[in-house]
């Protein structure tokens, strides 16, 4: 058990909707990263906060958008979604910046119908 | 740009023969360097990492790897497979505060 937790571990939806992932990190950590992994792509950075500000962004489409709560939970919101959205997200966590490695979540698999 | 080379995408090996994934990087300095695992509806779990000092550190599990700075290369191995280990290998590093996956191996494991 990595102690991040990711809810919910399985989404279907259709085209068009929107959804949203949680994240919470291990206890004391105060970065969150998001990845979406898929078969085509790999794993994918999609962004980075710590300590509730937005620190990196990587291939993150629009349409998604994220945030770190003053308690640290994470949440991704993915709107006006698309049959190719459909993947494995990840949530993982690290002490902060420059402090090793990441804790991965089980993810949360989401089907686009 | 920095990136990570994992030129085996699929690696197939019998019960108890050795094992070696390869892991290039592309950075002009030595960044931070991690070997992932997952399993099959998995996260990924930390295999060992290196930061500096003895180039082969020691994992979890019976892994191993060496870094080599002449070939920007941090290559995982394990004496004897065991049927467990077969899964998805990710060799990643950490370059002021990002962090960069390869595409992953995935390994078979013939009974």
């Known amino acids: 058990d990595s102690g991040v937790t990711q809810t919910p571990k399985h989404l279907i939806t259709a085209t068009g909707q929107r959804v949203t992932l949680r994240c919470s990190p291990r206890s004391g950590d105060l970065s969150v990263y998001w990845y979406q992994q898929s078969l085509d792509q790999g794993l994918q950075f999609l962004i980075q906060?710590?300590?509730?500000?937005?620190?990196a962004k990587g291939n993150i489409l629009e349409r998604f958008s994220a945030q770190q709560f003053p308690d640290l939970h994470s949440e991704l919101n993915l709107s006006s979604l698309e049959l190719g959205d459909s993947a494995l997200y990840f949530c993982?966590?690290?002490?902060?910046?420059?402090?090793?490695?990441?804790?991965f979540g089980e993810g949360s698999r989401l089907t686009v119908l | 740009a920095q990136s990570v080379t994992q030129p085996d995408i699929h690696i197939t090996v019998s019960e108890g023969a050795s094992l070696e994934l390869r892991c290039n990087y592309s950075y002009g300095a030595t960044p931070y360097l991690f070997w992932y695992v997952q399993s099959p509806g998995q996260g990924l779990q930390l295999l060992l990492k290196?930061?500096?000092?003895?180039?082969l550190v020691q994992g979890i599990k019976g892994f191993e790897a060496e870094f080599k700075r002449s070939q920007s290369s941090f290559n995982l191995r394990k004496p004897s497979v065991h049927w467990s280990d077969a899964a998805e290998y990710f060799c990643a590093v950490e370059i002021k505060g990002e962090y960069i996956f390869g595409t992953g191996t995935r390994l078979k494991v013939l009974a």
């Open positions: 290196y930061f500096s000092g003895d180039t």
């Open positions: 906060y710590y300590n509730g500000e937005e620190r």
């Open positions: 993982a966590s690290s002490a902060g910046p420059y402090t090793g490695e990441l804790f």
